[in-house]
């Protein structure tokens, strides 16, 4: 993977040339629109440490096309994606999750010594908001096929690879009563990774300097390895310095993993230089 991340800049540079000497202009342009988590990263189940919770989110990029000739061009693409937390389906699923002597557990599996007695569900949760960011430069190569005369509707097929950076969401929930109450938060980190892209646009052209795309892009990332992360939950009972009161704290760490794909649909607009 390393050796075609440092291929694909030497291909495009040699494109650039190859654009100079054949006299076609290249494009720069810009696209935004929306981002659609996908695979993992939209899953919303909160027993399973691989789901996500991604859901619709907002997708920008600024980039250049340059061709080779009327079928085949490379392209450079610098972009960008943030894509909310669920916030309601991850309170809906703790209004549901029980939690035992300050660990939530998901099943019916529990730790030694711990029974259903000491179970106890905190109702009315509210998750603040957060979201998964990212950013990456893609590189990569197009195939134009023309849909009508004069090519003024066009086709585009392209594939590109690159390098990507990514931030985890810092989370925030909690459930507060007169008689207990319970909070989850989880902190924050960044992490980079290679990303990948599989894409469809069409673009008409208006002018012979000025056209307009239509873009359907599916983005794939590797395994991102977001380090140091730690889970802190804490439960209370009863009222605040009564006999009866109770506060218990639990926390892991470990690296979380995920992958943030995510399928872009965007318009956007290019400029012949």
């Known amino acids: 993977m390393k050796r075609i991340i440092l291929l694909v800049p030497c291909l495009f540079v040699l494109s650039v040339l190859m654009a100079q000497q054949n006299s076609l202009h290249p494009f720069i342009f810009l696209h935004a629109g929306t981002a659609i988590a996908t695979d993992n990263l939209g899953k919303k189940v909160i027993n399973d440490n691989k789901s996500g919770f991604g859901t619709v989110g907002y997708y920008a990029a600024a980039g250049m096309d340059i061709p080779l000739n009327n079928k ?28 035992y002597q300050g660990l939530y557990a998901f099943s019916t599996t529990l730790p030694p010594g711990v029974t259903l007695l000491n179970a106890r569900q905190y109702p009315n949760w509210t998750v603040m908001k957060s979201d998964w960011r990212s950013a990456s430069l893609i590189l990569g190569i197009t195939r134009k096929i023309p849909l009508s005369e ?124």
Do not use: C
Request: charged share 15%; glycine share 8%.
């Open 72 to 99: 085949i061009g490379f392209f450079a693409e610098l972009n960008s994606q943030l894509i909310p937390v669920a916030r309601q389906s991850m309170a809906a699923q703790l209004n549901q999750t029980s939690f």
């Open 150 to 273: 004069k090519a003024k509707l066009t086709l585009i097929i392209k594939g590109g690879i690159g390098l990507l950076y990514a931030r985890s969401p810092e989370l925030y929930g909690e459930s507060i009563t007169d008689s207990a109450s319970a909070m989850v938060q989880q902190n924050s980190n960044k992490a980079m990774g290679f990303a990948s892209r599989l894409g469809l646009s069409i673009e008409h052209h208006l002018t012979s300097k000025i056209k307009i795309r239509f873009n359907d892009d599916f983005d794939l990332s590797s395994s991102i390895r977001f380090k140091d992360i730690t889970a802190v939950t804490t439960t209370t009972q009863g009222s605040y310095g009564s006999p009866n009161f109770i506060i218990t704290k639990s926390w892991v760490s470990g690296t979380l993993i995920q992958q943030v794909n995510a399928l872009h649909l965007s318009l956007g607009i290019a400029y012949a230089l």
